[in-house]
Nanobody, 116 residues
Protein backbone atom coordinates (compact mmCIF):
# COMPACT_ATOMS: atom_id res chain seq x y z
CA UNK A 1 0.00 0.00 0.00
CA UNK A 2 1.12 3.49 -0.84
CA UNK A 3 -0.39 6.64 0.59
CA UNK A 4 -0.18 10.02 -1.11
CA UNK A 5 -1.09 13.38 0.39
CA UNK A 6 -0.96 16.55 -1.69
CA UNK A 7 -0.57 20.05 -0.32
CA UNK A 8 0.36 23.54 -1.45
CA UNK A 9 -2.60 24.44 -3.61
CA UNK A 10 -4.50 27.67 -3.33
CA UNK A 11 -5.45 30.89 -5.06
CA UNK A 12 -2.76 32.64 -7.05
CA UNK A 13 -2.75 35.55 -9.46
CA UNK A 14 -1.76 35.12 -13.10
CA UNK A 15 2.02 35.19 -13.38
CA UNK A 16 2.47 33.95 -9.85
CA UNK A 17 4.03 30.76 -8.55
CA UNK A 18 2.99 27.84 -6.39
CA UNK A 19 4.86 24.77 -5.20
CA UNK A 20 2.84 21.63 -4.69
CA UNK A 21 4.07 18.84 -2.46
CA UNK A 22 3.15 15.16 -2.53
CA UNK A 23 4.01 13.24 0.63
CA UNK A 24 4.59 9.57 -0.18
CA UNK A 25 4.35 6.95 2.56
CA UNK A 26 3.85 3.23 2.96
CA UNK A 27 5.64 0.85 0.60
CA UNK A 28 7.92 3.48 -0.92
CA UNK A 29 10.41 0.87 -2.10
CA UNK A 30 7.70 -0.52 -4.37
CA UNK A 31 7.13 2.80 -6.13
CA UNK A 32 8.50 3.10 -9.66
CA UNK A 33 7.28 6.57 -10.64
CA UNK A 34 5.32 9.43 -9.14
CA UNK A 35 3.40 11.76 -11.36
CA UNK A 36 1.41 14.95 -11.10
CA UNK A 37 -1.89 15.05 -12.94
CA UNK A 38 -4.53 17.73 -13.18
CA UNK A 39 -8.22 17.84 -13.87
CA UNK A 40 -10.03 21.01 -14.77
CA UNK A 41 -13.77 21.40 -14.34
CA UNK A 42 -15.54 19.21 -16.87
CA UNK A 43 -12.26 17.95 -18.29
CA UNK A 44 -10.33 14.71 -18.22
CA UNK A 45 -7.47 14.11 -15.84
CA UNK A 46 -4.22 14.75 -17.69
CA UNK A 47 -0.57 14.11 -16.93
CA UNK A 48 1.49 17.17 -16.06
CA UNK A 49 4.86 15.63 -15.22
CA UNK A 50 6.36 12.51 -13.70
CA UNK A 51 9.57 11.45 -12.04
CA UNK A 52 11.15 8.04 -11.56
CA UNK A 53 12.98 6.77 -8.53
CA UNK A 54 16.24 7.25 -10.44
CA UNK A 55 15.38 10.93 -10.86
CA UNK A 56 14.59 10.95 -14.56
CA UNK A 57 11.75 13.29 -15.40
CA UNK A 58 9.14 13.83 -18.07
CA UNK A 59 7.14 17.02 -18.55
CA UNK A 60 4.21 17.37 -20.88
CA UNK A 61 4.66 20.01 -23.57
CA UNK A 62 2.36 22.53 -21.91
CA UNK A 63 4.38 22.24 -18.69
CA UNK A 64 7.85 22.61 -20.18
CA UNK A 65 9.50 25.87 -19.22
CA UNK A 66 6.94 26.70 -16.51
CA UNK A 67 6.54 23.60 -14.33
CA UNK A 68 9.27 21.49 -12.77
CA UNK A 69 8.89 18.18 -11.00
CA UNK A 70 11.47 17.15 -8.43
CA UNK A 71 11.83 14.99 -5.36
CA UNK A 72 13.80 14.79 -2.19
CA UNK A 73 16.49 12.13 -2.24
CA UNK A 74 14.34 9.55 -0.49
CA UNK A 75 11.30 9.73 -2.80
CA UNK A 76 9.20 10.56 0.25
CA UNK A 77 8.24 13.96 -1.12
CA UNK A 78 7.66 14.91 -4.74
CA UNK A 79 7.29 18.53 -5.68
CA UNK A 80 5.74 20.41 -8.56
CA UNK A 81 7.07 23.94 -8.91
CA UNK A 82 4.68 25.97 -11.02
CA UNK A 83 5.77 29.37 -12.32
CA UNK A 84 4.12 31.97 -14.53
CA UNK A 85 0.72 30.54 -13.72
CA UNK A 86 -2.15 31.11 -16.14
CA UNK A 87 -5.91 30.97 -15.61
CA UNK A 88 -6.01 27.79 -17.69
CA UNK A 89 -3.83 26.10 -15.07
CA UNK A 90 -6.83 26.18 -12.74
CA UNK A 91 -7.56 22.57 -11.80
CA UNK A 92 -7.41 19.99 -9.09
CA UNK A 93 -3.88 18.62 -9.04
CA UNK A 94 -3.41 14.97 -8.12
CA UNK A 95 -0.40 12.93 -7.22
CA UNK A 96 -0.22 9.39 -8.61
CA UNK A 97 2.16 6.57 -7.75
CA UNK A 98 2.87 3.62 -10.04
CA UNK A 99 4.52 0.62 -8.45
CA UNK A 100 6.83 -1.91 -10.08
CA UNK A 101 3.93 -4.36 -9.83
CA UNK A 102 1.80 -1.86 -11.84
CA UNK A 103 -0.47 -0.95 -8.94
CA UNK A 104 -1.71 2.64 -9.10
CA UNK A 105 -2.41 4.89 -6.13
CA UNK A 106 -3.89 8.38 -6.12
CA UNK A 107 -3.92 11.18 -3.61
CA UNK A 108 -7.01 13.18 -2.77
CA UNK A 109 -5.98 16.20 -4.83
CA UNK A 110 -5.31 19.85 -4.12
CA UNK A 111 -7.14 22.74 -5.75
CA UNK A 112 -5.17 25.33 -7.69
CA UNK A 113 -7.04 28.43 -8.79
CA UNK A 114 -5.38 31.09 -10.92
CA UNK A 115 -7.39 34.27 -11.03
CA UNK A 116 -6.99 38.00 -10.61
Amino acid sequence: QVQLVESGGGLEQPGGSLRLSCAVSGSIDAVKTVGWYRQGSGKERDLVAQISKSGSTHHEDFAKGRFTISMDGTFKTVYLQMNNLKPEDTAVYYCRALTFATWIYWGQGTQVTVSS
